[in-house]
């Protein structure tokens, strides 16, 4: 998949890599507490400044002008020394909105909020699922009605990701109660430092509050703060979660296999590698991480002619999500009593694997345990992934509507 062209550049972001980062530097999983916050900070300004932070992005708007190719070199060489590509709001501000407003945004919302996406003057969260509109996100309720030049929104949000630490929203809004409940509805930038924004964290199964409720009382957004056109925010919407895709098949194998590596280190520690069950259930799962390598190599393939996935990226959540379940339940039974009192740094990250080059403390591993049962359900529930692989991959006929 690689060639000479491709090799140059990785010796290039390898040059950077082992310029900019401190000798024997061995992860970010070997941090703790705000040693992680401050090397994230500092981290960020590093790509910010040396034009890393949104590669693919067009330089006019401070981007890095790379190639998809080149894109998915600095994220595998990134991934592999245990750095990230931005800071912890970046998914939303970056590849998720900001690579929408490339696409579906105008001049004037390109020109305001790009640079501010950048500097990290804005931080976003997204405003999709509601407590009656997860599974069938088309069925929203929130309330957006034009009162002369701004929306007037009155709803909720629910499982905001980062809510509790973003001054902005992007959330999708019914502006149509009467069209059809696709037709109907709206992509607007609202900004949350508002008296009618309020934000209440809900607290997860590992003590952490990542998720939030977001009520919306009368609060109010530009009526030029619509993107893509009003009533026209489905196929926003749509186009936002294609992004990304490209790294995370990047990136996911190659987290993934350092953990499952991680964990073998563990049976050894504590003598069940000689244990036939655990041995097999091992051996099950360096099976399925090879699995992931080789089918996040058929998405970069597409990726790199041009094609981002559509309904067929639901496998790939599908099958991490629900491997992550069974491989993190397999490390509380390696950890045996010890699961039960866990001790030793916590995981860094409440999503996915703990970082690269974190230490197997139980600690580290129960909370990943913990934080693998949300994999499951957001961004597209396993039943949800299901419905959409056997309806819009292979074709399989419809689940029957209710009345």
């Known amino acids: ?91 939303f501000g970056i590849q998720m909105l900001g690579n929408t407003l490339l696409l579906m945004g105008s001049e004037e919302q390109k020109a305001h909020y790009l640079p501010r996406i950048l500097s990290g003057e804005d931080t976003w969260c997204q405003g999709y699922s509601e407590p009656n509109a997860g ?100 196929a926003v919407a749509m186009t936002l979660l294609g992004f990304e895709r490209g790294e995370a098949a990047a990136t996911m194998p190659i987290r993934f296999q350092g953990e499952i590596d991680r964990l073998f280190v563990l049976a050894a520690e504590r003598g069940l590698t000689r244990d036939p069950v655990v041995r097999q259930e091992l051996a099950r799962a360096y099976s399925k991480v090879a699995i992931m390598r080789y089918n996040g190599m058929r998405v970069l393939t597409q990726f790199l002619k041009g094609h981002h996935p559509g309904p067929d990226a639901a496998i790939s959540k599908l099958f991490w999500s629900e491997y992550h379940l069974t491989v993190t339940e397999l490390s509380t039974r390696i950890l045996g009593a010890e699961a039960m009192v866990p001790v030793g740094r916590p995981p860094s990250s409440a999503f996915q694997t703990d970082d690269m080059g974190a230490p197997n403390s139980s600690a580290s591993w129960v909370g990943t345990f913990l934080s693998a049962r949300a994999g499951t359900i957001y961004a597209g529930s396993s039943q949800v992934q299901r419905n959409i692989i056997g309806e819009m991959v292979l074709g399989l006929p419809k689940e029957p509507r209710p009345a």
């Not at 082992?18 to 040693?35: K, M, Q, V, Y």
């Not at 190639?67 to 998915?72: F, G, I, K, T």
């Not at 930038?189 to 809900?202: A, K, S, T, Y």
């Not at 977001?214 to 993107?227: G, L």
Request: hydrophobic share 40%; proline share 5%; charged share 20%.
């Open 135 to 234: 599974s069938d996100l088309g069925g929203l309720g929130l309330r957006g009605q034009l009162d002369g030049d701004q929306w007037v929104l009155n709803g909720q949000k629910i499982w905001t990701s980062a809510g509790h630490l973003a001054d902005h929203i992007f959330t999708l809004v019914r502006t149509d109660p009467d069209a059809p409940k696709h037709k109907g509805i709206s992509f607007i930038l609202v900004d949350m430092r508002q008296p009618g924004i309020e934000v209440r964290p809900i607290r997860m199964i590992n003590g952490d509050s990542e998720f939030n409720e977001v009520f919306y009382t009368d609060a109010v957004a530009p009526k030029e703060n619509v993107v893509g056109g009003v009533n026209n925010g489905w």
């Open 1 to 91: 998949m690689y060639d000479d062209v491709a090799d140059a550049y990785r010796a290039q972001v390898r040059a950077f890599l082992a310029e900019r980062l401190p000798s024997g530097f061995g992860g970010i999983g070997t941090l703790e507490g705000d040693a992680i916050t401050e090397f994230v900070t500092s981290w960020r300004a590093t790509l910010y400044e040396a034009g890393y932070l949104a590669p693919g992005w067009p330089k006019q708007y401070g981007g890095g002008g790379l190639s998809a190719l080149e894109q998915v070199i600095l994220a595998e060489e990134f991934a592999r020394a245990g750095v990230p590509t931005g800071g912890p709001n970046d998914t």
